[in-house]
């Protein structure tokens, strides 16, 4: 079992900046590709960001592109996501992800482990 702990939420006004960290202890950190999806009340869990275990490749969800910024160190196994320009619309709870599939996975059934989820709420 791999555990992902993230930290970060909170509430902030619109056009604010948020950063969330998502820290993975042990040792396969850098074997991962993550992720970042979000999911507001009543709706579906959906992909907001990814990151390959390098760092080289990166994907982001339309409503989040050049807001949103994914990044990740694996020296200390962590990956952020830095949210800028925030809306009342990225209201939800924000959850990291992690997978070991040799592609950049893009839905929720290409991660295996799940972090427990930060709340980020963005007031107009």
């Known amino acids: 079992q791999v555990l992902l702990v993230e930290s970060g939420g909170g509430l902030v006004q619109a056009g604010g900046s948020l950063r969330l960290s998502c820290a993975v202890p042990?040792?396969?950190?850098?074997?991962?590709?993550m992720g970042w999806f979000r999911q507001a009340p009543g709706k579906e869990r959906d992909i907001v960001a990814a990151?390959?275990?390098?760092?080289?490749?990166?994907y982001y969800a339309d409503s989040v592109k050049d807001r949103f910024t994914i990044s990740r160190d694996n020296a200390k196994n962590t990956v952020y996501l830095q949210m800028n320009s925030l809306k009342p619309e990225d209201t939800a709870v924000y959850y990291c992800?992690?997978?070991?599939?040799?592609?950049?996975?893009?839905?929720?059934?290409?991660?295996?482990?799940w972090g427990q989820g930060t709340q980020v709420t963005v007031s107009s």
């Open positions: 992800a992690a997978s070991s599939r040799v592609y950049l996975p893009k839905y929720l059934d290409g991660y295996d482990y």
């Open positions: 990151i390959s275990w390098s760092g080289l490749s990166t």
């Open positions: 042990g040792r396969t950190f850098s074997t991962y590709s």
